[in-house]
């Protein structure tokens, strides 16, 4: 199992792989189980939204393990949140924000450990 971070700008935090376009996280939850996805709103503006990647979650059912939405972006994190919030399944857990430093930490020890 993987851990996506979708951003355009920002680096990768340690224990995830980056997708810096939507169409890179959306292959990658399309090809691999994705244990925790984080989204950014704004990818640029060659590219869609993180909206267009909730939507497409979703349509595709597409749902990661654990989902954060470290957006700055209160509008976004909105529109993503009520995108994925009508539809979680209860095997996903959804958050209205982004990884906390301590969930950060835990995450890197356990993939400096495999």
């Keep these: 199992m993987i851990n996506v971070y979708m951003d355009d700008m920002r680096r990768r935090p340690p224990g ?4 810096r376009t939507t169409g890179e996280c959306l292959l990658m939850l399309r090809e691999s189980p994705v244990n925790i996805l984080s989204l950014d709103y704004d990818m ?8 267009e990647v909730a ?3 979703v349509l595709e059912g597409l749902f990661p393990r654990e ?19 009508c539809a979680i399944p209860e095997t996903t857990l ?3 924000g982004p990884l906390g ?3 950060l930490e835990e995450i890197a ?6």
């Excluded at 995830?16 to 997708?19: E, I, K, M």
């Excluded at 640029?44 to 909206?51: L, M, N, R, T």
């Excluded at 020890?109 to 495999?114: C, L, P, R, V």
């Design 44 to 51: 640029g503006p060659e590219d869609f939204s993180g909206s």
């Design 55 to 57: 939507k497409r979650i």
């Design 101 to 103: 430093f301590d969930r």
């Design 67 to 85: 989902i954060y939405l470290h957006t700055s972006s209160l509008q976004g994190r909105k529109e993503m949140y009520e995108t994925l919030y």
């Design 109 to 114: 020890e356990k993939a400096e450990s495999i």
């Design 94 to 96: 959804l958050h209205n």
């Design 16 to 19: 995830f792989v980056l997708a």
